[in-house]
């Protein structure tokens, strides 16, 4: 059997490396993504806030050598899925099996005078370039703000205030500085209300500054101002912004979106052509866009199509995830969080602790071990 599969992403690399381990010779497989590396979310963090390397948190596909596999540096530019083929700018692909695993998109210009004024910190190259200026901020009115839902990782902007306050404690900048955290969502973590808690006590705590419910809709380069959907203003000196998410174009171009994300059965992660999976960031399968999630529901895609080749159960996805929260001040914690089809969310917090940042740089190492085949050390 031939598996096609499109994006080297959380969800492309886990559903590629369960195939190989549990079908051996009885599965190929094309992996296709633009890019030369994986770079997970939170090594951008890393980066920009100068505890690692750029060159320390790229994973080159490369390193995916195993027999049965084949990566292929390239951008998908049609899919068709009746015929499970695509095309790119490097010829023709197909499988007996296609899996769309292709991550969310950002659109910049959906914010005005962000791209002017602010900085990103979502693309690789907008985290790795925020380093310098972080590094080089004289101190003033930090904001990071967020631009629309759904948006990734959702713990991700609360991470990064409280990173922001430790950089400037560092640098002796804090006492001039303020720092405002803006998002769209109520509360933090609205799944979790004691991981909410608790990052608004942390908030408090460190005197930064909290705007739930509240989205950025444009900056005004002019006055460095960041105004909200109902015209509210914040004055910044720094604006460190999550753009608007969108589905990759060539999803959009396929005809494969309904509603901008692509359409997916909850429990198996098939679309609605047979022998075509999507999962991740790319579809609208109702958790939250992380990387944990969309390696939970390549588990359950992988199982699937390894019942189409021997039989057997599939793995039915059960919207489970522990995800880790930085605190700062060396301080993390973990999020278990479920999300039941049909069902209210929840969420229990265990942390923030030490011994929980050693449990996460070993879910990092854990992972370039089995998809990349190789050591990775991530602090
Ligand atoms: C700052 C930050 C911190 C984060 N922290 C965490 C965290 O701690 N834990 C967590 O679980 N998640 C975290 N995330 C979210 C996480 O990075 C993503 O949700 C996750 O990578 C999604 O996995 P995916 O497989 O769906 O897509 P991705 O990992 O985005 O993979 C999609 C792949 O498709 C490729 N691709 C896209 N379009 C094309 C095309 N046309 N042709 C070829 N290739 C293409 C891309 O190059 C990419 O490699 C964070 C994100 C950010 C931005």
New binding site residues.
Partial sequence: MHVLV???????LELTTRLLDELGDEVSVTL????DS?V???S??DVMFGRSTADAVRHRYADVVRPGVRVVQT??RHIDPVARSVTTDAGSFDGDVLVI????DYDLDATPGLAEAGHE??TVAG?FACREVLEQFPGGRVVVGVCATPF??PP?PSETALLVHDLLVTRGLRDTSSIALVMPLPAPIPPSPDASKALLAAFAERGIEWHGGRAISHLDPQRHTAVDADGGEIPFDLFLGVPKHVA?A?LHDSGLTVDGWVPVDFFTLETSHPDVYA????TSVGTP????F?EGQAISAASAIVARARGGEVQRYDGSAA??LEFGHDQVARVDIQFMHGQPPHGALSGPQHDLMVQKADFGSSRVRRWFGRDWVSY
């Fill in positions: 499109l994006g080297g992403g959380f969800g492309g296709i993504d633009r890019n994986f997970f979310g939170f951008k963090l951008t998908v695993a292709l991550g969310a910190f979502y985290a990734k990782c991700a990759p060539v999962l991740g960031d790319c866009k992380a990387g944990v969309s995800c880790y």
